[in-house]
């Protein structure tokens, strides 16, 4: 476990996270933070999504070593058709197929997992879509109001296919269906009312503000920061915050790489800036970023899957290997 503090000056660190980063819980126990298993349905979801099949493929070996079951992260890439269309999750499942052929030709066992429990053939389709969204909701479904009301089609197809069929299937629960949901409308872009939507019934779920912003981190490092930055105004917008992160100059900085990003992140307390120097692939299994503490600033305890090297590049700071007690 590692806990570093920024002292009298500012202190930069070359952080060079190896595949998947995984946190432990921070001190502030209301700061919930994404597992293994999270940050991969996040990401496979989100490549599935835009359709970025070569870090798809860094995705879905980071999905079954984080010990998903093939089912389980077969579901996640045939939930995201219905936001993203069958195109995009054909091209996921082959991609798929390609991984699990390539680890078994490496002598790679994964496991299989279960299957769905079939629905009831007998249930009334549009009923039990409506009890599933009353369920992801908390709410009771009124009358149609919106869209449903000016296109009753399209909230019988929502509510006898989106909700009956898909989220009733019983591999993925609900959060988790909420997560591949968030971060799939997150890499679409531009579908804000609805993401703003799928996070309020994720946080119903169990899923915290800060795990919302942490999603938007692994974007920032994965995915895009258009991407994250879309998605942490959504989060500001829920919280009542309006907690927008800004983009340092480089020019003011006098640094070797630009400070970047900085903004809510569950992971560092006070001021601190990120700068996503390099992504993490399939050959490159490595991610490389630049982080910024101002004096006082400190990571909260955290630790990385493969382990981590930091490179300090000015300043001075207090590193504790004391390891956190459970």
Not at 69 to 87: C, D, L, Q, R, S
Not at 165 to 188: G, M
Not at 216 to 241: C, D, T, W
Request: with cysteine; aromatic share 8%; proline share 4%.
């Amino acid at each position: 476990m590692t806990k570093a503090t920024a002292s009298k000056l500012r202190l930069v660190v070359i952080f060079l996270c190896f595949q998947l980063s995984t946190y432990a819980q921070s001190d502030n126990q209301a700061a919930k933070i994404l597992t293994p298993r999270q940050q991969a349905i996040v990401l496979t979801s989100a490549f599935t999504a835009n359709g970025n099949l070569e870090k798809l493929k860094g995705a879905l070996h980071s999905a079954l070593n984080a010990k998903l079951t093939i089912n389980e992260t077969k579901e996640i890439i045939v939930h995201v058709y219905a936001y993203t269309g069958f195109p995009r999750s054909i091209r996921g499942l082959q991609t798929f197929m390609t991984v699990l052929q390539e680890r078994e030709a490496k002598g790679i066992k994964d496991e299989v997992g279960k299957e769905s429990t079939p629905i009831p053939t007998e249930a009334n389709k549009y009923e039990t879509g409506n009890k599933t969204l009353e369920k992801l909701t908390g709410s009771p479904q009124g009358q149609l109001t919106g869209y449903n009301a000016f296109s009753p089609e399209i909230d019988r197809f929502l509510k006898e296919h989106l909700f009956a069929d898909i989220f009733s299937r019983d591999i993925l629960n609900y959060a988790e269906r909420e997560l591949a949901t968030v971060s799939a409308l997150i890499s679409i872009g531009g579908v804000e009312p609805m993401l703003s939507a799928h996070m309020r019934i994720a946080i119903h779920q169990g899923i915290s503000e800060n795990q919302h912003l942490e999603i938007a981190s692994l974007f920032e490092m994965s995915v895009g920061k258009i991407e994250a930055e879309a998605a942490r105004k959504v989060v500001a917008e829920i919280s009542g915050n309006n907690v927008v992160p800004t983009t340092s100059s480089p020019k003011n900085s006098g640094l070797i790489f630009p400070q970047g990003q900085t903004g809510p992140n569950p992971n560092m307390t006070g001021t601190v800036w990120v700068y996503n120097i390099l992504d993490h692939d399939t050959v490159m299994t490595n991610s490389v970023g630049n982080v910024t503490f101002e004096p006082g600033a400190r990571t909260n305890w955290h630790s990385h899957f493969a382990g981590q090297i930091l490179l300090v590049t000015d300043g001075e700071g207090y590193q504790s290997n004391k390891r956190k007690a459970n």
